[in-house]
């Protein structure tokens, strides 16, 4: 989300004159988009914001600003940590972007303005420059009503807005008419998307999946609670519709569940990941799971690895629970102390490691269209790209060019990737 709107600060400061540069000392504008999701990005951010001080003193003229969820969150208490700051603004005010920064331009005075959270956010209209050239993020919706009781987020995102199915289908035509050949529909909960304007995300897929050059369609992501049987339909049927649902369950636990206010239990979920694998066999599934959720015990912890064990997640981020200021679980009784939270999420990544890699060994041999993304970080002659299950595979480069849909046999699987060669 964070990405998909840095993409559109930088549409609208390029109105008023700015370009994006690698070169930090070159910048006459620092923008730090920041996440406070958990404490380690929160952190991350100060340590920026800091560090990042020297070239203020060394340009006193660049206008160094913070936005996103952090911003939201910290407003005036982020200018009095650093004063060095120009500007700091929320989630909702990512369309004054650029009249906050002309008005520094000409009065140089420092902007603390959040005060739009949860605010109709009037982004439609803006083009964003978008990075990469293979795949992107369109929002298709704003904020969340799930409360979970451990997360930041409906407070630091508002409710839920949905945007209209014209604009978001205006936009995908736009990716596609400028050669993304993928794109990822983006929200806090995809399923509850149009419940505020009287349209359904099936609906939103079905047509999305009819925009011609458009290759690939993925979203994320979805709550368990709301993934009807018209999106599963949806997903087996759209043929650009890829056969991968990130599926965040948080536990295994009934009570931990409860207590997170996720509103299902472990059997229901386990229920729903049967009839996805019933209608739609060649489905990979991927969640997102918190260890160390206060009240969690021994046999909390245990009811989670057999849960994983039982429903084999093709991949899995682990988080180690993060108190976050303003949640209720914050001040629940019965916080876990660092050690049993490191043990166990030692535990858990090993054993997920362990099905990852038992999934991925399964597909030795197999042939997959492959998605064609560009040269690896590390090695100019070995190419990535990613399966429709969204498994990325190497492959050494021949005269593929990114956005080419080629057939690669999987030679060598690997926990978390898999290595093939083309099939001519
Ligand atoms: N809306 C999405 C995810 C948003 S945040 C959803 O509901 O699935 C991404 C992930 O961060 C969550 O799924 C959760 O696993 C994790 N997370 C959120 N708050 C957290 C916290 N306080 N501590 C640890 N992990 C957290
Ligand atoms: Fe946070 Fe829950 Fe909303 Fe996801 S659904 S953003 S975890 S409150």
């Avoid at 839920?160 to 806090?188: H, M, N, P, Y």
Wanted: glycine share 8%; net charge neutral; charged share 30%.
């Amino acid at each position: 989300m964070n990405v998909a709107d840095s993409e559109r600060m930088a549409g609208l400061l390029k109105e008023i004159g700015y370009t994006l540069t690698d070169d930090f000392d070159e910048a006459d504008l620092l923008l730090i988009n920041t996440c406070c999701v958990r404490e380690t990005a929160e952190d991350k951010a100060f340590g920026k914001i800091g560090e990042l001080k020297r070239l203020k003193v060394k340009k006193p003229s660049l206008i160094f600003g913070v936005t996103g969820c952090m911003a939201q969150k910290e407003g005036e208490n982020l200018i009095k940590r650093a004063p060095h700051l120009d500007f700091v603004l929320g989630t909702g005010q990512i369309n004054e972007i650029a009249k906050v920064v002309e008005g520094i331009e000409t009065l140089h005075g420092q902007v603390v303005d959040v005060s739009n959270v949860g605010g109709k956010i009037n982004i439609e209209k803006i083009s964003p420059i978008r990075a990469g050239q293979v795949s992107t993020f369109v929002p298709i919706m704003y904020g969340c009503d799930n409360f979970c009781t451990y997360c930041i987020v409906p407070h630091v995102r508002g409710r839920e807005r949905s945007r209209s199915e014209e604009e978001i289908l205006a936009e995908i035509r736009g990716a596609v008419d400028s050669g993304f050949k993928e794109v990822t529909l983006l929200g806090q909960n995809v399923n509850s998307y149009g419940k505020d304007i009287g349209k359904t995300f099936s609906g939103l897929l079905t047509a999305a999946n009819e925009i011609s050059g458009l290759q690939r369609l993925r979203f994320m992501t979805s709550h368990p609670k709301d993934l009807s049987d018209e999106v599963i339909d949806a997903i087996a049927s759209g043929e650009k519709i890829c056969e991968h649902i990130h599926l965040p369950v948080q536990h295994g636990s009934d009570k931990i569940l409860k207590k997170m206010n996720r509103v299902y239990t472990a059997e229901k979920y386990l229920r729903l990941v049967e009839k996805i694998r019933a209608k739609i066999p060649e489905i990979s599934l991927t969640t997102d799971l918190i260890v160390g959720f206060p009240g969690e015990t021994e046999e909390d912890f245990r009811e989670l690895i057999n849960l994983i064990r039982e429903v084999k997640f093709d991949a899995a981020f682990t988080f180690i629970y993060s108190k976050r200021s303003g949640t209720p679980a914050a001040t629940f009784p019965d916080q876990i102390d660092d050690e049993t939270k490191h043990r166990r999420i030692e535990e858990l990544i090993k054993v997920q490691d362990e099905i990852s890699l038992e999934k991925n060994l399964a597909l030795k041999d197999k042939i997959f269209d492959i998605l064609v993304e560009g040269e690896s970080k590390t090695d100019k002659n070995i190419f990535t790209g990613r399966t429709r299950t969204n498994k990325l595979v190497l492959f050494k480069h021949g005269n593929e060019k990114p956005g080419d849909l080629i057939k690669v046999k999987i030679t060598q699987p690997q926990t978390w990737l898999l290595k093939g060669i083309r099939e001519i």
